[in-house]
């Protein structure tokens, strides 16, 4: 009767070894599985959110470029057609003469733009000499520089001398570099 039950417990020792391998893999594999369900998941849900987020950019730059239609076609009404460039120096000339100040203009150049900007475009340059009162001077500047022209003032120096003669008077002179946008379009910009 002992061999029988010696040959029962190894049989029922074998079975529990068994029970326990496969318990064992049954384990590694259910945990296997979960990691790569979690590593979907949560690529899954970059994913959404980055979408989400490509989408309302997406809606905000439509947004802004609906709202923006009227601006951008009224910006062709501050670019000035090149073939129209006398039209400019006249009217920064008169500028100096509705301040009350002595404007003139010297390096008149113009040159295209780089790639990087719609074709069709062109900067000028010009230096301008200002002299008069400071007052006449600073409207001068100011007005230089809210003209109905896409331009930049740069390089704005200003110097004073007394006037001869004349005790707290001084004269007032301003330099300036100013670039303008330009079209190479010939029409006139539409008003």
């Not at 417990?9 to 529990?16: S, Y």
């Not at 509705?98 to 074709?119: H, I, N, R, W």
């Not at 022209?149 to 006037?163: E, K, N, P």
Request: proline content about 2%; hydrophobic content about 45%.
């Amino acid at each position: 009767m002992k061999s029988v039950t010696i040959s029962q417990h190894k049989k029922l020792i074998v079975i529990a070894c068994v029970a326990c391998v496969v318990l064992v893999a049954l384990y590694a594999y259910m945990y296997y599985s979960v990691n790569i369900a979690t590593e979907r998941a949560v690529a899954a849900k970059v994913l959404i959110q980055e979408h989400t987020f490509s989408d309302a950019n997406a809606n905000k730059i439509k947004k802004l470029y609906q709202t923006t239609e009227k601006q951008r076609a009224d910006i062709l009404k501050h670019v000035i057609p090149s073939n129209k460039m006398l039209t400019f120096i006249e009217t920064l000339e008169a500028v100096g003469d509705e301040a009350g100040s002595t404007l003139t203009l010297s390096a008149v150049s113009g040159s295209k733009m780089s790639d990087t900007v719609p074709t069709g475009m062109e900067l000028f340059h010009a230096h301008a000499n200002v002299s008069g009162s400071w007052s006449s001077v600073m409207q001068t500047l100011m007005l230089a520089e809210a003209l109905p022209f896409v331009t930049v003032l740069d390089s704005v120096q200003l110097d004073t001398s007394a006037t001869a003669g004349t005790k707290n008077t001084h004269r007032w002179q301003a330099s300036f570099d100013i670039t303008m946008l330009a079209s190479l379009a010939t029409s006139t910009p539409q008003k």
